[in-house]
């Protein structure tokens, strides 16, 4: 990139971090729920936090991973782009997929907790029934990875615990091309990890 698309690169995804912590925290018996924020894992497991950004004109679909320790320091991520005209639903499928598992077990980042915003897939791969489309394949496929270790889970978290994969997402998305960090991660995306450490969420 050169410098003036760094910088405009750089804002628009601090733009997108800014609105999403905007909006007001869920509130329970008069205090701030916590449970929007991004927790590390416990001692032993990696969490992994994918999401898509998805361009159905263009036919593209945009990945976001980034995998953190328990202590929250960033061990890889990665921003890819997929070219193919998904459904939504199979984009997403196809991102927990390709995105979180496929990644953590290659990189040997092992067993690993998956976090991702999209309750749906999550409830697929959560469930036993039998999933009888195209997207079903692609779920079993995640889940005949994510079951070779007892310690591996998935869950569903708020976007605002996920902001990190979903910038990531959307530079894939920009960028037109895989790009992998190990250790690192976009200098832009600086503010949203620090916050993500942070005990309080005041980047406005």
Not at 113 to 119: A, F, G, K, S, T
Request: one cysteine or more; charged letters at 20%; proline letters at 5%.
């Amino acid at each position: 990139m050169m410098d003036d698309e760094v910088v405009l690169w750089s804002s628009s995804i601090l733009d997108d971090f800014r609105r999403a912590n905007f909006n007001p925290p869920l509130v329970r018996h008069g205090l701030v729920d916590e449970s929007i924020k991004w927790k590390p894992p416990v001692i032993g497991i990696f969490k992994v936090n994918t999401d898509a950004a998805i361009d159905s004109k263009e036919g593209r679909v945009g990945l976001g991973i980034m995998i953190r320790d328990c202590e929250g320091f960033v061990l890889a991520s990665s921003a890819q782009i997929v070219k193919a005209n998904f459904p939504p639903q199979l984009a997403e499928a196809l991102a927990l997929l390709k995105g979180s598992i496929q990644f953590a077990y290659d990189s040997g980042l092992w067993p690993c907790q998956c976090e991702y915003d999209v309750l749906a897939v999550v409830n697929m791969v959560c469930s036993n029934d039998p999933i009888l489309t195209e997207i079903g394949i692609v779920i079993q496929d995640f889940k005949s990875l994510l079951f070779r270790c007892n310690d591996n889970s998935i869950s569903f978290v708020p976007r605002m615990a996920n902001m990190a994969a979903h910038c990531l997402a959307k530079i894939g998305l920009d960028n037109g091309f895989d790009s992998f960090w190990l250790e690192e991660f976009p200098t832009g995306l600086n503010a949203i990890v620090l916050s993500d450490l942070s005990p309080s969420e005041n980047f406005i």
